[in-house]
């Protein structure tokens, strides 16, 4: 299921497949998803092949929605964009209402997708990344941490409670966050790395 | 002696280092290439020096009874968290609730420590010579957690009977949390704290923050509420 499509071709395409689902759509991010071993979907796509400036892989404990690749991660609601999640939100049905009524299009029951759709509405009446996630924790209400692409860059977010963790480690080559340090301890000179924890309800933002 | 990660399981290393052999000689240990693995070193017991080379996960040096455990790297969330007694000296920075509801020892961090440090805290000493995170010491209820840095919100939030000692600003204090005298006995405490650990400052310096012991304490006048 591989998506890299201009917006325009894309929806009369979608019209007369039924059985497509698009899980995004633009011109530099390629989104790939599916249900099964990390290791198996990883070989499938040959991810091992794939350059580029920035990527983000997630795999997720479903809570809020079924398993299935309808609700896997990242979730995308515009051109070249992208979000994972670790957490949950309480006011998704509330805020997927009023998105709706502002042109926001979605595809799934998931509270992902709606924060996807919540950033992409900002966006799209040219906010920065960086203040539609400032203001994404006033109209945010749950327990998360956001992490978030889209061409030029990418953001990480931890709700103000910080109870779902985040680390980040930064050399003068890359800058990498995972929940963990165990997902990134096989990186190129991380030892040498920078690594903190970012503060709780403030935007960490690269090239965005 | 010497254990290599990404040679030997976690399991090996644990179990080698709950269940020694207290009649070999053999007391101290290295382990590299920790990977970030978690629950490194949880459940030791006896009188034996560790020391970790790099950075390790969640719950590093949990449940600690007598063992020294050094770490040169950082620590996930929860390091030393229920630690009975011993010492754990973080070099770099901790996560998340290092030493929640430790019962006793010492945990030093040599750098910062993140949110909820020391989180039901219940008679350990907990050193931080960086920075704390928010809600540190929340429901705190005995022990001592000294910062040399500076505390993030709602510092001692719902506090029972511990001890905070704070160099550096505290940008508020929690529920319930208020700064207390620093008089000649709170300054002997601290200065036998500071010692133990080799830490040259000047305890007079130090702010004290504790319990105003109204939200604990039951009250009559409360009554109808209940």
Sequence with gaps: MKHLLNQKKTIPIL??????????????????????????????????????SHAIGHTRMATESAITTDGSHPYSTGEDECLVHNGSLSNHNNLRRSLIKDGIEFKSQNDTEVAAGYISNSL????????????????LDGFYTFITGTQKGFAVLRDEIACKPAVIAETKDYVAIASE?????????????DIYEPKPGIVYSWGS | MNFDLSKKTLREVNSYLQNIDLKSNQRDFVIKNPLGNHALCAGLQDEIKVTIKGHVGYYCAGMNKKAEVTIEGNVGTGVAENMMSGLVHVKGNASQSAGATGQGGTLVIDGDASSRCGISMKGINIIVKGSVGHMSAFMAQSGNLVILGDADEYLGDSIYEAKIYCLGKVKSLGADCIEKEMNDKEIKHLSALLEAQNIKADPKKFKRYGSARSLYNFKIDNVSSY
């Design chain 1, 15 to 52: 019209k007369n497949i039924q059985d497509i689902d698009l899980v995004g759509y633009g011109k530099s991010i390629e989104i790939f998803k599916q249900v099964g071993n990390p290791k198996d979907v990883v070989k499938k796509f040959s991810l091992d092949k794939f350059s580029g």
């Design chain 1, 124 to 139: 799209k009446n040219k906010t920065s990344l960086k203040e539609t996630l400032t203001n994404g924790l006033k109209d």
């Design chain 1, 181 to 193: 340090f165990q997902a990134m301890a096989h990186l190129p000179d991380v030892n040498k790395a």
